[in-house]
């Protein structure tokens, strides 16, 4: 399961929309407690992606790397990160499977139908398959 405060999961949904017809992606943040992940804060991040941004994301490595240097020494961590698909169901596609580098990462999909969410899903990359994983409001 993953806990996602109301906020977090608003910002998700605002960005998606936003960034329609193009993907959106950012960092969760936060703690694993057991088999659940406690988000704390999303951090936005630029698509990097410029030719193909309608069906393919990178996260802005300066972001990865600042958030990174900002959570040394604290209970934080970078438990996964969130992305949009653009008239695409809130699954993991063919190219998120080929993306897969750090396995352990929660992957938040907001699936997007005409410039507007139409779903958010949680999944976790376990034994070479995605798996979806309950998103839960704290």
């Not at 910002?11 to 407690?33: D, F, K, M, Q």
Request: charged share 25%; hydrophobic share 45%; with cysteine.
């Amino acid at each position: 399961m993953i806990a996602l405060q109301p906020a977090d999961l608003a910002s998700i949904r605002i960005a998606a929309e936003t960034s329609y017809p193009n993907e959106c992606c950012g960092l969760l943040v936060g703690r694993r407690e057991g088999d659940e992940f406690v988000v704390t804060r999303v951090v936005p991040a630029t698509n990097v992606v410029r030719e193909r941004a309608r069906d393919r994301f990178e996260i802005d490595p300066k972001v990865r790397v600042d958030t990174e240097r900002a959570l040394r020494g604290t209970a934080e961590q970078v438990i996964g990160h969130y992305h949009s698909h653009p008239d695409h169901p809130a699954e993991p596609s063919a190219t998120d499977a080929s993306m897969v580098y750090e396995p352990g990462l929660i992957w938040v999909i907001a699936g997007v139908a005409q410039g507007k969410v139409a779903a958010v899903r949680a999944w976790r990359f376990d034994g070479g398959a995605f798996a979806e994983i309950m998103i839960a409001a704290s």
